[in-house]
């Protein structure tokens, strides 16, 4: 599995469609100081299903919307596709070539897609979620994320490690089941209730 191209468009600094084709191996992105080198980082975490405006060096999310310029108006919209070669079938989906999309409208509304079908959020999660390019994004190491993982409390520390190994997804799915679980109880008692009433 490897990435093959990122396009942004309306994403940050890149206002026109901007594809960049990566090849296996190593890629370096060199540039001027301000010149958009991490909002390219912060694409590929965006597309992935990052949902913190401050990881993503911003005070709320429309701030990843190009912004406009002195010379260009700002957009309505952010888009990000990520296509990721999946010819090893380490993604859990039967394409030999995998395109995750979000689009973030100015108006408030989002839209995910696989492979050009919408889809929600937590069907990208969950296809990352074994791979180690999970929503906690261990994979991405951002300026002085160092230090927090140093000095993380054991609790965190064992989340970087769940993540990893993939438990993560599940631990989510149980906490969601007995979130479940304990309304339908609150339901069951009101029942109870009524029918008590009844009678
Ligand atoms: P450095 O080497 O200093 O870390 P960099 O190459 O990583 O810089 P970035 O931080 O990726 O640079 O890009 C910063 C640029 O992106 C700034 O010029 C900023 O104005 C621009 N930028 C950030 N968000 C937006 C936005 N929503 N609309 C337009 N431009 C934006």
Redesign the pocket.
């Known amino acids: 599995m490897h990435l093959k191209t990122l396009t942004m468009r309306g994403f ?2 890149f ?1 026109s469609a901007t594809t960049l084709h990566l090849e296996p191996g190593i890629t370096c992105v060199v ?10 980082v ?1 694409a590929l975490s965006w597309v992935m299903g990052e949902q913190g405006a401050k990881s993503l ?2 005070g709320n999310m429309a ?7 002195s010379t260009r108006a700002p957009l309505g919209r952010a888009e990000v596709s990520l296509t990721i070669d999946n010819t090893d079938g380490v993604l859990p989906i039967e394409y030999s070539e995998v395109t995750i999309s979000r689009t973030l409208f100015r108006s408030g509304g989002s839209e995910y897609a696989i492979n050009g079908n919408s889809c929600r959020l937590l069907d990208i999660q969950e296809l990352l979620s074994d791979t180690g390019m999970g929503r906690e994004m261990h994979v991405i190491v951002g300026q002085g994320r160092l230090d927090s993982v140093l000095q993380a409390t054991p609790e965190d520390r064992r989340g970087f490690i769940e993540e990893a190994a993939g438990v993560l997804k599940h631990r989510r799915r149980k906490e969601k089941a007995l979130r479940k679980l304990e309304a339908m109880s609150a339901n069951v008692a009101r029942v109870t209730d009524l029918a008590t009433e009844i009678r």
């Open positions: 940050k600094s206002a540039g001027p100081n301000g010149s958009g080198k991490s909002n390219v912060d060096r911003g701030d990843v919307i190009f912004a406009g310029t």
